[in-house]
């Protein structure tokens, strides 16, 4: 049975790829998300962009009988609500069938993340590792938790932004927009180790794509890829004496700002560290803070056992 097309849902991928710079994985997800609803109003006899608003509460109540968490649900919420106001704005239709629906309520989960001491481990480990590539899983494990990349940026950063000596790392973040990230001296010595022996992970022959790379692979997206890199990570884990499901580069990620954070950095600098649109979403970091604090007290305070 041949796959059903879905014009509409089409032009809105083509629209948040062409304006909006969204990346393959938000794509991919919007398009799981859209289609599914799709088939769903499908077998009402309607198209997507057609739908009525009891057909997407129908849509919502079935996703709650099926057990799917509220986080799933919200997502779901957020794709119809942005499909919807592109069909809008684009005048086929004056109504948005969403704009009455509000998302499930969701608690607040705070980021996970490591102590120092763990992260000390971590890269202890990597300088463990022999060879060139244990030079590499270095410089990669420095990287990330000196400037707390998003696993994407890391894995396809261009060798260009060591070129320079220069303590200022150039990202290339979501949505196409640059943001300055200091680099302390271990990574930059570490990057400057793994310079040596990079040819050793380069295709024989015609480069290709892999010439861009810092992290260049002979593989055909010409870098490490983050399912790689995810395994490496995993296996450091165990090397260390860490317990592997807590550790992955986004834990990485949240160790380096609760960090900061814990140091004295200031929040809005943060921000602009990690590449957050919005402060709100880097107040999530002042949590992890306060539940620290009143861990301390509850545990180290003299009246805390009365």
Do not use: C
Request: net charge positive; no cysteine; hydrophobic share 40%.
């Amino acid at each position: 049975m041949a796959e059903l097309s879905y014009p509409w849902i089409e032009n809105f991928l083509n629209m948040m790829r062409s304006t909006r710079n969204a990346s393959q994985n938000t794509l991919a997800a919007y398009r799981g998300d859209l289609t599914e609803f799709a088939h769903f109003v499908g077998r009402r006899q309607t198209t997507p962009e057609r739908a009525s608003v009891d057909q997407v509460r129908k849509y919502l109540k079935a996703i709650d009988e099926k057990g799917l968490s509220s986080a799933t649900a919200a997502r779901r919420l957020s794709a119809l609500k942005r499909f919807f106001r592109f069909v809008v704005e684009m005048g086929f239709r004056d109504d948005d069938p969403t704009a009455s629906l509000d998302g499930p309520k969701l608690g607040q989960r705070l980021p996970k993340y490591l102590s120092e001491a763990e992260v000390e481990a971590l890269l202890e480990a990597a300088h463990r590792r022999p060879g060139a590539d244990g030079i590499r899983l270095t410089a990669l494990m420095e990287i990330l938790y000196a400037t707390g990349l998003r696993v994407s940026e890391l894995v396809t950063l261009p060798v260009t932004a060591f070129l320079r000596e220069s303590p200022v790392l150039i990202v290339n973040g979501k949505g196409g927009k640059e943001r300055m990230v200091p680099l302390g001296e271990p990574a930059q010595d570490a990057v400057k180790d793994y310079l040596l022996v990079r040819e050793r992970f380069m295709p024989k022959g015609k480069k290709g794509r892999a010439e861009r790379y810092l992290f260049a692979s002979r593989g055909k997206e010409g870098h490490l890829t983050r399912a790689r890199f995810g395994q490496l990570i995993k296996e450091l884990a165990t090397e260390a004496g860490l317990d592997r499901k807590r550790v992955s580069p986004h834990v990485l990620r949240h160790s380096f700002a609760s960090h900061l954070l814990a140091n004295g950095a200031d929040l809005r600098a943060l921000q602009q560290m990690l590449g957050h649109a919005d402060i709100s979403t880097t107040q999530i970091y002042t949590h992890v803070m306060e539940e620290r604090l009143r861990a301390l007290v509850e545990t180290s305070h003299p009246l805390a056992g009365l």
